[in-house]
């Protein structure tokens, strides 16, 4: 399948266009780097799977560095095999885009779950403790993937955060998003002073612009971790270079001090994840994962992806699944859309038409038969063009009005016959084919002497002037 030129796509893509094999159904969310969409893939006999589609923004495809980084990252991404990781299938680049084609979740993320219990306080415990002990367990198993070589590959996330973690209907929780994150044993991209993410979820270290190391997600994941426990934000300022000092500082208002009721083991356990210094945290993700298991089991709380879709289904409301008969009806089939021909985008009659009442009133003329007659019937030569077309036709592509004339005027009155008519090619735009000839200007032949001048300038309710033979011709 072709790939959606670069030159009509300058913005979202439109339903029903495609990218590569993917054929797109609607955008779901747009961030500073990438869009997503929601897509669908097509194959022999019928086949079809719904993916998420990441695009990266046009203008970023101009940064030779960044897309190389896209793409290794996505090579990267694309190796990671996990029930708690939203898989990569496809990536690469077609007609000059970028782009990441992942398994689709169907469900929200877990910011759109804060958002929705914020009245409520947050979600149950039982929910925030599913979430944190599944993405903990994502984590674990990217920190300790290793290469082709044996060798660790060092990946760190850098960016986990509420809208990075979805959460399916069926109560699957899903880590997305390792755009950003870095192969730190085996390249040098990573730069001091390089800082990604968001402000509010990156360790100490990480604002700093400081070596990261798989502890910088166990702190990430410790923010989001109170966010969920608490219904609150963990690190709030009135500006960015505040919230750098916060984050720094590691300062934060203690669960206990939202809700005296709040578990202290719990609490103990978050304010570890959220050491200052990396040393003072869990050595992993999954020793978080330990003790978020322990504490559950010890204090009568469940772990349960039933809760957990449970939970969604009554805060966010289920949705269903995207399948051919729910989606447009664009996605009815899987062929490509059509532009119209040139005579249907232009509205002009048929080429051979227009050559065949030219040339029979350029015949008529020059033997003094039949060009009132024609002139009678309303300027079939003359159709409007579209609006397109306007933008490149020339002041003189009309062919001339010609004046009613006697049966026997005088050759010097006779116009010259009408010029060839073309199609014309209008700009580069999307509603009109590329395959339209190009316009070009008419061309006249040049009046013989002055008589011509002013037999042309002569309106149509002149009289005609008086045949004179050659005998009585001046000159």
């Given at each position: 399948m072709q790939a959606v030129p670069r030159e009509s796509v300058p913005g979202p893509l439109a339903p029903g266009g495609r990218l590569g094999r993917y054929q797109i159904v609607r955008r779901i969310a747009v961030g500073g780097m990438a869009e997503l969409y929601l897509a669908r893939q097509t194959g022999d006999e019928g086949y079809e799977k719904m993916v998420?589609?990441?695009?990266?923004?046009?203008?970023?495809?101009?940064?030779v560095e960044f897309v190389r980084m896209f793409l290794n990252e996505a090579k990267l991404a694309a190796g990671l095999t996990h029930s708690n990781i939203a898989h990569v299938i496809d990536f690469g680049s077609e007609g000059g885009e970028q782009f990441m084609a992942m398994e689709y979740i169907h469900g929200c993320s877990v910011q759109q779950l804060l958002r929705?219990?914020?009245?409520?306080?947050?979600?149950?415990?039982?929910?925030?403790?599913?979430?944190?002990?599944?993405?903990?367990?994502a984590l674990h198993y990217a920190h300790d993937r290793a290469g082709p070589d044996g060798a660790p590959l060092g990946l760190v996330h850098r960016d986990v955060s509420?809208?990075?973690?979805?959460?399916?209907?069926?109560?699957?929780?899903?880590?997305?998003?390792?755009?950003?994150?870095?192969?730190?044993?085996?390249?040098?991209?990573t730069r001091s002073g390089a800082i990604k993410g968001k402000l509010a979820y990156m360790a100490p270290e990480?604002?700093?612009?400081?070596?990261?190391?798989?502890r910088a997600d166990v702190f990430a994941l410790a923010v989001v971790a109170y966010e969920l426990c608490t219904g609150r934000r963990c690190f709030t300022a009135p500006g960015e270079f505040a919230l750098i000092n916060r984050v720094a500082a590691g300062k934060y208002t203690r669960p206990s001090s939202h809700d005296p009721d709040f578990p202290p083991a719990l609490e103990s356990i978050i304010?570890?994840?959220?050491?200052?210094?990396a040393e003072d945290r869990f050595e992993t993700a999954r020793a978080m994962q330990?003790?978020?298991?322990?504490?559950?089991?010890?204090?009568?709380?469940?772990?349960?992806?039933?809760?957990?879709?449970?939970?969604?289904?009554?805060?966010?409301?289920?949705?269903?699944y995207p399948t051919a008969t729910t989606l447009p009806a664009f996605c009815a089939s899987s062929t490509e859309v059509t532009r119209p021909t040139p005579a249907a985008a232009s509205g002009r009659a048929p080429r051979t038409t227009l050559l065949l009442v030219g040339g029979a009133l350029a015949v008529g003329l020059?033997?003094?038969?039949?060009?009132?007659?024609?002139?009678?019937?309303?300027?079939?030569?003359?159709?409007?063009?579209?609006?397109?077309?306007?933008?490149?036709?020339?002041?003189?592509?009309?062919?001339?009005?010609?004046?009613?004339?006697?049966p026997t005027p005088?050759?010097?009155?006779?116009?010259?016959?009408?010029?060839?008519?073309?199609?014309?090619?209008?700009?580069?735009?999307?509603?009109?084919?590329?395959?339209?000839?190009k316009p070009k200007k008419s061309k006249r032949r040049k009046p013989r002497g002055k008589a011509v001048s002013k037999a042309n300038s002569t309106p149509a309710t002149a009289k005609p002037p008086e045949y004179l033979p050659p005998s009585r011709r001046g000159g």
């Open positions: 998420a589609l990441k695009r990266v923004l046009p203008h970023l495809t101009e940064d929705s219990s914020a009245q409520q306080g947050g979600p149950p415990l039982d929910v925030a403790l599913t979430i944190v002990h599944e993405v903990a367990a509420p809208s990075n973690v979805l959460v399916s209907f069926d109560g699957d929780v899903k880590l997305v998003d390792f755009g950003i994150a870095k192969a730190t044993a085996h390249t040098r991209v990480q604002v700093r612009g400081e070596a990261l190391d798989r304010a570890r994840g959220l050491a200052v210094d330990m003790a978020i298991e322990g504490f559950a089991r010890d204090h009568g709380h469940r772990i349960s992806a039933l809760a957990l879709s449970e939970y969604v289904d009554a805060v966010v409301g289920r949705e269903p020059s033997v003094g038969l039949g060009g009132p007659a024609l002139l009678d019937d309303p300027e079939p030569a003359t159709v409007s063009p579209p609006a397109e077309a306007v933008k490149v036709a020339q002041p003189d592509a009309k062919p001339p009005q010609i004046p009613l004339q006697s005088t050759p010097a009155a006779v116009p010259d016959p009408p010029p060839e008519v073309r199609e014309p090619e209008p700009e580069v735009a999307e509603s009109v084919p590329a395959t339209a000839s």
